[in-house]
């Protein structure tokens, strides 16, 4: 499976951005999806997942009711909805795939996307 991020870019403290990561590959809807992110300085850490099944989803405390994770299994893409941006949100995206079906660690995780930098100015 490989995955390409794209969606990132300068928003301003209180705006919104979607992040995309599309897969190849037809396995898909078997794979859980996630998304992390790494800040300068700080270690990778997680901000959401979707299960293979996209019923079941997954927020770290500092993005819930503020970030959206979805997929769309006809696009073979998975979706990062951010709105109410902080300057703290400020950081590379790294989307990951697990065959696991759901995962919340990033030892969880197979494949990894390249990365989308996210940057909220205040």
Do not use: H
Not at 12 to 21: M, T, Y
Not at 26 to 40: C, H, I
Not at 107 to 112: F, G, K, M, S, T
Request: charged fraction near 15%; glycine fraction near 14%.
């Amino acid at each position: 499976v490989q995955l390409q991020a794209s969606g990132g870019g300068l928003v301003q403290a209180g705006g919104s951005l979607r992040l995309s990561c599309a897969a190849s590959g037809s396995t898909f809807s078997s794979y859980g999806m996630g998304w992390f992110r790494q800040a300068p300085g700080k270690e990778r850490e997680f901000v959401a997942a979707i299960n293979w099944s996209g019923g079941n989803t997954y927020y770290a405390d500092s993005v819930k009711g503020r970030f959206t994770i979805s997929r769309e299994y006809a696009k073979n893409t998975v979706y990062l909805q951010m709105n109410s941006l902080k300057s703290e949100d400020t950081a590379v995206y790294y989307c990951g795939a697990t065959r696991r079906g759901f995962g919340l660690f990033m030892a969880d995780y197979d494949y990894w996307g390249q990365g989308t930098l996210v940057t909220v100015s205040s």
